[in-house]
């Protein structure tokens, strides 16, 4: 029963493709091998070099397979316009391995062909006709059949290219599975499990190549490979990738493949033939075949269907750099990453690859390279340092790509054979303060360490920094330094010997730039640089005697101070300024008008202890947290508009200022101002401890007055004495409590210990109703707790 016999057997092979099977997209049934070479001119490739074939080009083809292999195929080369076109009947040539003199096909690929596609019919009789007409009669469906299968052939290269590159370090270095896995993910567009990284070093391999269909992903920025190797849009609906279930683009069209196929060779499959896809993968110089269902040689026997390459002009790579950092060529591990390389590193059609470097004197060298998928680019296919006159200015990835040479892309590499440093500005630098130099002019990627020499010998590593492609910046430790000859030592890579840069220590000069002082004031502000070699500074009949320098962007400032301010009232001159090593020097000096001046005059508080709390009175001067202080101001000559009362806390960053303009400075006369303030509203957590007031009036300011300090209190909330040696006090935010006694000198004080944050305190009972308190926030003074007096 012949026929029910072939309808099963084509249900078998339908269920056998359906997507719901994990073998869907297996491929993994070895078919036969080939050797396909292609000549093009006096060039020739192994197939696996060629990522597009030219209408001249011929290809030769041999079928590896045993002479007296009973099951023989006819390998078929047919040649295709497009979807809708038939292609001529002299567009298909067959070979018969068996043969001694048919074993072989030499053809020429045909002007006009834009496809090409591979089938082994099995030797039946009247086979080549058969699949001939069975191709001219549908040739959309091979045309879709050959695209589909090239693409997916280089998808399943990159998977196997991945597959390979685990097993390979799993067996070799399987320490180095976590660190290279997500590299070779990277770059061959593989989804990588990273839970898998997390298991058992021996189960690591098997995890992240399991569920292989899955991992592929879409490369070249969304476009299939085919476009990327035509430059010519595929009209192919690769409909399951495009789809929710397909990933929407996301994966690869290799995951829907044999369900699409299935589809398209079943609509016209005979009693006699069945088509079965298969991949074309590169294996050296051969071609191996690999299927997804195990083929027949009863009716309906299999012709297997495999791709070529696509027929058209070949685009360039795209490739990026995938660091913006430079690469120093002198290193031994150097390693130029690239971006969107998948084709790179799972094909041969890149091969003769040089990197062309070019120096600073225009000189050109090629430098070979070799592709390291392990590491994601491309490193220099030689130990040690390249022999490259000079220092690198560009460096160009160029080769062949097939059999059309290609250029591009740029590369940010560095190295300088002869680094030549130059410090900037100069070779001099300062000693007695920690200095920042440049250097310029050498290749900051190469650069493995710095250190300064001293004169006695001692070597300091220092730190650096690459501020240009060709400068970097460090910090010279001179501050104990003497001044005298100074060696930076500077290593590179690839150089065998590091660069000595001789410096010459120098105490720097002192720069004056001149003198400020209020009228009325003692102390004065000299601004230069190097200071600290000023010992006193004469001026306006006061000897004003050198203080603390501080340093800045701009300079030095230093504080002179007299013991009794100078007569005038303003004016300007000249001052004399003695240096430590005796020298006088000139200064422009200038007297200013009086600065404001203000005086606290009055304050009251207002507090509202909580309720049911015990009260504690509090001196004058002390404010509690949360109360509205308000206080008044005398200004000397008069309250301007534009008068600005600044408000600080001592030890913190929290200042504000309050204007008359803002309604929260109120002039009561000419020369009286009001204000309330809440200091926990106005400075927030700053308010705490003792807080400060000054004038700001035209840009210059009046001295700081103590305005008041503000404590944290504790809400107590009663004593007990039960006992007649002991009490105890609770409450809340006892913590800012630091010592608690029956009297003023707290002779007998219990003392808290740091970070206390218990609600009852024990201590002896008072004499009196009366204990005393001191608080964090007011550590020299003592606040009043007064008790209910005995029920």
Same mark, same amino acid.
């Given at each position: 029963?012949?026929?029910?016999?072939?309808?099963?057997?084509?249900?078998?092979?339908?269920?056998?493709?359906?997507?719901?099977?994990?073998? #869907?997209?297996?491929?993994?049934?070895?078919?036969?091998?080939?050797?396909?070479?292609?000549?093009?001119?006096?060039?020739?490739?192994?197939? =696996?070099?060629?990522?597009?074939?030219?209408?001249?080009?011929?290809?030769?083809?041999?079928?590896?397979?045993?002479?007296?292999?009973?099951?023989?195929?006819?390998?078929?080369?047919?040649?295709?316009?497009?979807?809708?076109?038939?292609?001529?009947?002299?567009?298909?040539?067959?070979?018969?391995?068996?043969?001694?003199?048919?074993?072989?096909?030499?053809?020429?690929?045909?002007?006009?062909?834009?496809?090409?596609?591979?089938?082994?019919?099995?030797?039946?009789?009247?086979?080549?006709?058969?699949?001939?007409?069975?191709?001219?009669?549908?040739?959309?469906?091979?045309?879709?059949?050959?695209?589909?299968?090239?693409?997916?052939?280089?998808?399943?290269?990159?998977?196997?290219?991945?597959?390979?590159?685990? =097993?390979?370090?799993?067996?070799?270095?399987?320490?180095?599975?976590?660190?290279?896995?997500?590299?070779?993910?990277?770059?061959?567009?593989?989804?990588?499990?990273?839970?898998?990284?997390?298991?058992?070093?021996?189960?690591?391999?098997?995890?992240?190549?399991?569920?292989?269909?899955?991992?592929?992903? #879409?490369?070249?920025?969304?476009?299939?490979?085919?476009?990327?190797?035509?430059?010519?849009?595929?009209?192919? $609906?690769?409909?399951?990738?495009?789809? @929710?279930?397909?990933?929407?683009?996301?994966?690869?069209?290799?995951?829907?493949?044999?369900?699409?196929?299935?589809?398209?060779?079943?609509?016209?499959?005979?009693?006699?033939?069945?088509?079965?896809? =298969?991949?074309?993968?590169?294996?050296?110089?051969?071609?191996?075949?690999?299927?997804?269902?195990?083929?027949?040689?009863?009716?309906?026997?299999?012709?297997?269907?495999?791709?070529?390459?696509?027929?058209?002009?070949?685009?360039?790579?795209?490739?990026?750099?995938?660091?913006?950092?430079?690469?120093?060529?002198?290193?031994?591990?150097?390693?130029?990453?690239?971006?969107?390389?998948?084709?790179?590193?799972?094909?041969?059609? $890149?091969?003769?690859?040089?990197?062309?470097?070019?120096?600073?004197?225009?000189?050109?060298?090629?430098?070979?390279?070799?592709?390291?998928?392990?590491?994601?680019?491309?490193?220099?296919?030689?130990?040690?340092?390249?022999?490259?006159?000079?220092?690198?200015?560009?460096?160009?990835?160029?080769?062949?790509?097939?059999?059309?040479?290609?250029?591009?892309?740029?590369?940010?590499?560095?190295?300088?054979?002869?680094?030549?440093?130059?410090?900037?500005?100069?070779?001099?630098?300062?000693?007695?303060?920690?200095?920042?130099?440049?250097?310029?002019?050498?290749?900051? $990627?190469?650069?493995?360490?710095?250190?300064?020499?001293?004169?006695?010998?001692?070597? @300091?590593?220092?730190?650096?920094?690459?501020?240009?492609?060709?400068?970097?910046?460090?910090?010279?430790?001179?501050?104990?330094?003497?001044?005298?000859?100074?060696?930076?030592?500077?290593?590179?890579?690839?150089?065998?010997?590091?660069?000595?840069?001789?410096?010459?220590?120098?105490?720097?000069?002192?720069?004056?730039?001149?003198?400020?002082?209020?009228?009325?004031?003692?102390?004065?502000?000299?601004?230069?640089?190097?200071?600290?070699?000023?010992?006193?500074?004469?001026?306006?009949?006061?000897?004003?005697?050198?203080?603390?320098?501080?340093?800045?962007?701009?300079?030095? @400032?230093?504080?002179?101070?007299?013991?009794?301010?100078?007569?005038?009232?303003?004016?300007?001159?000249?001052?004399?300024?003695?240096?430590?090593?005796?020298?006088?020097?000139?200064?422009?000096?200038?007297?200013?008008?009086?600065?404001?001046?203000?005086?606290?005059?009055?304050?009251?508080?207002?507090?509202?202890?909580?309720?049911?709390?015990?009260?504690?009175?509090?001196?004058?001067?002390?404010?509690?947290?949360?109360?509205?202080?308000?206080? !008044?101001?005398?200004?000397?000559?008069?309250?301007?508009?534009?008068?600005?009362?600044?408000?600080?806390?001592?030890?913190?960053?929290?200042?504000?200022?309050?204007?008359?303009?803002?309604?929260?400075?109120?002039?009561?006369?000419?020369?009286? $101002?009001?204000?309330?303030?809440?200091?926990?509203?106005?400075?927030?957590?700053?308010?705490?401890?003792?807080?400060?007031?000054?004038?700001?009036?035209?840009?210059?300011?009046?001295?700081? #007055?103590?305005?008041?300090?503000?404590?944290?209190?504790? !809400?107590?909330?009663?004593?007990?004495?039960?006992?007649?040696?002991?009490?105890?006090?609770?409450?809340?935010?006892?913590?800012?409590?630091?010592?608690?006694?029956?009297?003023?000198?707290?002779?007998?004080?219990?003392?808290?210990?740091?970070?206390?944050?218990?609600?009852?305190?024990?201590?002896?009972?008072?004499?009196?109703?009366?204990?005393?308190?001191?608080?964090?926030?007011?550590?020299?003074?003592?606040?009043?707790?007064?008790?209910?007096?005995?029920?």
């Amino acid at each position: 029963m012949p026929r029910p016999s072939a309808r099963l057997l084509a249900l078998a092979l339908l269920f056998s493709m359906a997507p719901a099977r994990a073998q #869907q997209n297996g491929f993994d049934l070895a078919g036969p091998g080939l050797s396909i070479a292609v000549r093009r001119g006096p060039a020739q490739l192994p197939l =696996a070099a060629v990522p597009s074939l030219h209408g001249g080009d011929r290809l030769i083809v041999r079928a590896d397979m045993p002479a007296d292999n009973a099951g023989r195929y006819l390998v078929i080369v047919a040649f295709l316009r497009g979807a809708t076109a038939p292609p001529p009947k002299d567009w298909f040539f067959h070979a018969e391995p068996w043969r001694n003199k048919k074993n072989v096909l030499d053809i020429a690929v045909p002007e006009g062909a834009e496809q090409a596609v591979l089938l082994l019919a099995p030797d039946a009789g009247g086979g080549f006709d058969a699949v001939r007409e069975a191709v001219r009669g549908r040739p959309g469906i091979f045309v879709r059949a050959a695209q589909d299968l090239y693409q997916a052939s280089l998808d399943r290269a990159r998977l196997d290219t991945f597959v390979n590159g685990i =097993a390979r370090i799993s067996d070799t270095e399987p320490e180095r599975l976590a660190t290279v896995a997500p590299v070779l993910a990277q770059s061959l567009r593989i989804k990588l499990n990273g839970e898998c990284l997390l298991r058992q070093r021996a189960l690591q391999a098997a995890c992240l190549t399991q569920n292989r269909d899955s991992l592929l992903l #879409q490369a070249q920025r969304g476009a299939t490979f085919a476009e990327t190797l035509t430059g010519t849009p595929v009209d192919l $609906a690769y409909r399951v990738a495009a789809t @929710r279930e397909g990933g929407a683009g996301y994966y690869s069209p290799y995951i829907g493949l044999a369900r699409d196929l299935a589809r398209l060779f079943g609509a016209f499959r005979s009693a006699q033939y069945q088509y079965v896809p =298969a991949l074309a993968l590169a294996d050296g110089g051969r071609v191996r075949l690999q299927l997804n269902t195990a083929p027949s040689f009863q009716n309906p026997r299999s012709v297997l269907v495999a791709p070529l390459p696509p027929i058209g002009t070949a685009v360039p790579p795209a490739w990026q750099p995938a660091a913006a950092k430079p690469v120093c060529l002198g290193r031994n591990d150097a390693v130029m990453p690239l971006d969107d390389a998948s084709l790179l590193f799972s094909t041969d059609y $890149a091969h003769d690859l040089t990197l062309r470097v070019t120096s600073a004197d225009a000189t050109v060298t090629d430098l070979p390279v070799v592709r390291d998928v392990e590491r994601g680019g491309i490193r220099l296919a030689m130990d040690g340092a390249p022999a490259i006159p000079g220092r690198v200015t560009g460096a160009v990835l160029r080769g062949r790509w097939g059999f059309d040479p290609f250029v591009g892309p740029r590369l940010p590499v560095q190295f300088d054979a002869q680094p030549r440093w130059t410090p900037q500005p100069n070779d001099a630098v300062v000693v007695g303060r920690d200095s920042s130099l440049v250097l310029r002019g050498g290749a900051p $990627a190469c650069v493995t360490h710095i250190a300064l020499r001293t004169r006695d010998g001692t070597e @300091r590593t220092l730190a650096w920094k690459a501020i240009s492609a060709e400068a970097i910046e460090t910090t010279l430790p001179l501050a104990r330094v003497s001044p005298g000859p100074l060696e930076l030592i500077v290593g590179h890579h690839g150089v065998p010997r590091p660069t000595t840069i001789t410096l010459t220590g120098r105490v720097e000069a002192s720069r004056l730039d001149g003198f400020t002082i209020h009228a009325g004031d003692r102390t004065g502000l000299l601004t230069g640089s190097r200071l600290d070699q000023v010992t006193s500074l004469d001026f306006g009949g006061r000897r004003f005697a050198a203080g603390a320098v501080t340093r800045g962007d701009d300079g030095d @400032r230093l504080e002179m101070t007299a013991d009794a301010a100078p007569g005038a009232s303003s004016g300007a001159g000249e001052a004399k300024v003695r240096m430590r090593d005796g020298r006088v020097a000139t200064v422009a000096a200038t007297l200013t008008p009086h600065r404001p001046r203000l005086t606290v005059i009055g304050r009251s508080v207002e507090y509202a202890p909580p309720a049911g709390s015990l009260p504690i009175v509090l001196p004058d001067g002390l404010a509690p947290a949360g109360a509205t202080l308000t206080f !008044s101001l005398r200004v000397e000559g008069g309250v301007a508009p534009d008068d600005q009362v600044e408000i600080a806390a001592v030890d913190g960053d929290g200042a504000a200022r309050l204007t008359v303009a803002s309604g929260r400075l109120q002039r009561v006369g000419a020369d009286i $101002a009001v204000a309330s303030i809440a200091p926990a509203a106005l400075l927030g957590p700053a308010a705490t401890g003792a807080l400060r007031i000054r004038l700001w009036r035209g840009g210059t300011a009046s001295d700081w #007055q103590p305005l008041t300090r503000v404590v944290r209190l504790p !809400s107590l909330r009663g004593i007990d004495c039960a006992g007649t040696q002991e009490c105890t006090l609770s409450g809340r935010d006892l913590f800012v409590i630091a010592a608690i006694g029956d009297t003023a000198d707290l002779a007998r004080a219990v003392t808290l210990p740091a970070g206390f944050v218990g609600t009852s305190i024990t201590l002896p009972a008072p004499t009196d109703r009366t204990i005393f308190l001191r608080l964090h926030d007011a550590p020299d003074t003592t606040v009043r707790v007064d008790l209910p007096a005995k029920g």
